[in-house]
C-alpha cells in the first residue's frame, strides 16, 4: 500500500512539472504572437547596413596552419552554439511534431501552399527547413557552389573566429612566433541574436516557404537558417528535403528530433535509391593526386611547427592516399588465353575490408584520422593553402628564385599545374555543353554572366574524407567498385561511367541507415501517388519490424472517366512496335514512333508530352522527324520542344537547368496563347519527375518503350546479386523489373494533376500487354487499360475521348 502511495506521489510530481513546462511553453507562444503584431511594422530596413569585411572567397590566407595552439581553439570552438542553450534548460515540453520530406523544395513549396488554404492555415505553426546552400544570405556565400565549404565557413563566421593565433612567417620555416590576427572571414553580420530570434517568431507566427523565409531574411537582414533551426523547436509541422531528414549527420547538426513525432515521407518511390545515393560517393584518381600533392606541399611549408601528434596523423593521410592512388594505377591481370578472345571486365567489386587489405592500409585506423581531420579542421586549412598557392605571383613576375626549399618549390609548381590542367578539363567540357542545340529557345545574356561568374577552387579532401567515412561502414552493408582504367565503358542511356579510375562506394543496404528513423518516431508514413510496386520498401526498409507495417492503398481524386489509357502494340503500317534496345533504333521502328507522334498531334489538342528512353535515342528521333518531312508537318499543328541533356557533369548542370526552366516557360506560353506543342522529354530526366503538365499542358503523356537501365552495369549486377542473397532468388530481377516500372509510372503521373483534369495515356510497346507488366501500373490506370489490337482503335478512340470532354466543357460552361 505504501509502495502504490509513493509510485502515485511520484507520479503526481511529474504530471506537475509537465504541467509547468507546458505552461511556459504557451506562454512564449502568446507573446510571440503578441509581438508579431508590432513585427509586422519593422519589416523596414534599419538603416544600419552591416561593415564589409573580408570577402569569403579569400578565406584561408598564409596562417591557415596546424600547430598545437590553433587545434586547442578549434576544439573549444567546434561546441555548437545549440548544445549549450540545450544544457542551461534541459527541460522543456515538446509538442508531438510532424516531419513532412519530399525530394524537391518545389514540392515542398507546393504542400505549404494547401497548408494555407485549409481551415488550420491560420492557427498551425508551420516551419519550412533547407540546407545553408538554399538559405543563406550572405553576399560572398551566395557565390560558393560546394554545400561542405559553405557549411564551414558559415560556422566560423557564426562563431566570430577573430582569434589570435599563433604563425609562421613567409616560407613557414623559422620557429619564431609572434600573435596576430587570423585572416579570417569575420562575425556574419546576419547572425545577431535579436534579428534571428524576430525572424523565428515570424516564421512561427505566419507560414513561410522557404522563398518566403529567404525574403523576409533579407529585409530583415537575419539569417533565415539559423532562424529556421530555432523555429523548428516549436513547429508543429516542419517541412524539410530528403536530405536533412534521412543523413544522420545533418540531421543532427540541424537540430531534428524525432523522438516521439510523426514522419511523413512524400514521392516514397524513391526512398530506397535516394538513401543509397546519400551515403555512395566517388573519388577519382585525378582528385587523389591532387589532394596528395596540396597535402604534401602543406607539409613541406609548414613541417616545422607540427607537433609529433599531428605529424603523424599527416603522414598516415599521405599514406592511404598513395595506397588508393596505386589501387587505380596497377594495371589489372591480364586474361589468360582462354579468355582473350573476351571482353575483359574493367571493374573489381571489393569489400571495404579487401580494399584495404589489397592497399595495405587495413591497419591504419581510419576512424581516428577523420577525427583528426575535423578537430584540426584540416579541409578549411587545405582549402585556403590551396587558394593561396593559386595567388601567389610566378616567378617571371619580378619575383627572385627561392634560395632554398626546391622539394617545395617543385612540389607548389606540380600542384599548380595539376590546378591548371583540371581547369582546362572543365573549360573544354563546358564549351561542349554550350554547343549543344537547344530548339526554339535563346539562352539569355543573364544566364551567359552566371556561367563565367567566378568559382571558388576546392580542395579534393572532402570527397576522400567522405570515401574514408564509407571505409568505416559495415563491411556487409556495401561494396567498392573499383574503376582502374583510362578506357571508356560501355553505356547506354543514363548509365554512364567516367572515362577517368576512380573509387566508388556503393551502399546495398538503405535499411542500415534507416534504422534511426524507424526506431526514433512513433510513426512513419511512407506515401506516394506512382509507389507500386510496394512490396520493396517493406522488404528492404522495414524487416525488422513487418508488425508496424500497414499498407493502405486509395483511388485516384479524379474521376474514372477522367484519363484514359491504351496499351499501343501495332505503329499505323501495322507493323509490332517493340522498343527494346536491340530494335528501337532500326529505321522501321523510327519511322513507325514519327508516324504515332504526327497522328496523335493532329486529335491531342493542346500540349502533348512523350518520354523517350534516353537523350541520344530523343537526338535520333529527331533527325528522323526532320529527314521524313514530318516535322515539318507537326509543326504546322504544334511546335516542337526537347528537352536538353542535364546529367552532364563538371559543371554544367545548372546551366541545363536554366535551359530546361525556359523551355518550360516558353511550353506554356506557347500552349496558352497559340495552338500547341509536343515536347520530347526523357525517362528519368528532369522532367518527368516533380513538374505539373496540368490542363492544357498535358491533355496527352506518350512512353515510348520500357525504360529498362543498363544491365550490364557493375552496380546494377551487384545489386541485383547482394538481394536475391538477402532476400532469396528471383529478388535481383524484381528489383530490376521494379526500377523501370518506377520510372515508367512516374511518366504517367504527369499528366492528370488535380480533380478537374483529364488526359490520354499511350503506352508504345507491345510488352505493356504482358500480365505481369500491368500488374505494376498504378491502378487507376490498369482498370481502365485498354490493349488496342490496331493502331485504328487507338486514334478513334482518343478522337472520341477529346470529344465528349469539350461536350461537357461547354455545357458546364
Known sequence: MYSKTSEQKQELLELKEIKKLLDEYEEKLKVIKEKQKSLKQKKVANGQKSKKGTSILETGGKEDILDEQNVVLEEIDNNDEDEEIESEKPMKYRD?????????????????????????????????????????????????????????????????????????????????????????????????????????????????????????????????????????????????????????????????????????????????????????????????????????????????????????????????????????????????????????????????????????FFNIDLYELLKFCERTRFAQKLQGFAKTLTMEPKPSENQPPPASGGKSAAAVGLLKRLQQNHEEKLSKSNKQKKQEVVEDVKVSPNTEEKKQAPTMIISSLRPLLTFLEALCEKAEDGRILVNATDEMSTNTGSNKYDSQPSLKYILLRPESHFQDVVKEARAIIVAGGTMQPTNELTEQLFSSCPERVKLRFYDHVVPEDAVLPFVVTKGPSGRNLCFNFSQRSSTVMLNELCSVLENLCNVVPAGLVCFLPSYDYLNSVYEQLQKSGILQRISNKKRVFREPRSDAGGGGGSSAEQNVDQILAEYSRVIKHQQGALLLSVVGGKLSEGLNFADDLGRGVIVVGLPYPYVNSPEIQERMSYLDKTLGPGSGAEYYENLCMKAVNQCIGRSVRHIRDYACVYLLDERYARENIQRKLPQWISRHLQVAATYGKVQGGTVKFFKQKKLKTDESG
Open 96 to 360: 508531438v511534431q510532424i516531419f513532412f520530406c519530399s525530394r524537391t523544395h518545389t514540392q515542398l513549396a507546393q504542400v505549404v501552399k494547401e497548408i494555407k488554404r485549409t481551415v488550420y492555415g491560420e492557427r498551425v505553426r508551420c516551419v519550412s527547413m533547407a540546407s545553408r546552400q538554399q538559405l543563406c544570405i550572405h553576399k560572398d556565400l551566395r557565390k560558393i557552389t560546394n554545400t561542405a565549404l559553405i557549411n564551414e565557413l558559415c560556422l566560423d563566421m557564426a562563431k566570430n573566429t577573430n582569434s589570435k593565433v599563433t604563425s609562421c612567417d613567409g616560407d613557414g620555416c623559422a620557429k619564431k612566433k609572434s600573435r596576430v590576427n587570423m585572416k579570417s572571414v569575420g562575425k556574419c553580420p546576419h547572425k545577431t541574436q535579436s534579428l534571428v530570434q524576430e525572424l523565428s517568431e515570424l516564421s512561427l507566427a505566419e507560414i513561410l516557404d522557404i522563398e518566403d523565409l529567404v525574403s523576409e531574411g533579407e529585409q530583415l537582414e537575419a539569417c533565415p537558417y539559423y532562424s529556421a533551426r530555432m523555429a523548428t523547436q516549436m513547429g508543429q509541422i516542419v517541412m524539410l528535403p530528403y536530405q536533412l531528414l534521412l543523413h544522420k549527420k545533418s540531421r543532427e547538426l540541424a537540430g531534428i528530433d524525432l523522438r516521439g513525432s510523426i514522419v511523413i515521407i512524400d514521392e516514397a518511390h524513391n526512398l530506397l535509391d535516394c538513401i543509397s545515393d546519400i551515403y555512395s560517393c566517388e573519388i577519382t584518381l585525378g582528385q587523389l593526386q591532387s589532394v596528395q600533392h596540396q597535402i604534401v606541399a602543406y607539409k613541406m611549408k609548414y613541417a616545422s611547427r607540427f607537433n609529433s601528434a599531428n605529424l603523424l596523423s599527416i603522414n598516415r593521410l599521405i599514406f592511404v592516399i598513395k595506397r588508393l592512388v596505386k589501387l587505380l594505377t596497377t594495371p589489372a591481370t591480364q586474361p589468360t588465353v582462354a579468355e582473350s578472345n573476351e571482353k575483359p571486365n574493367k571493374f573489381r567489386m571489393l569489400c571495404t575490408y579487401e580494399l584495404m587489405s589489397e592497399g595495405d
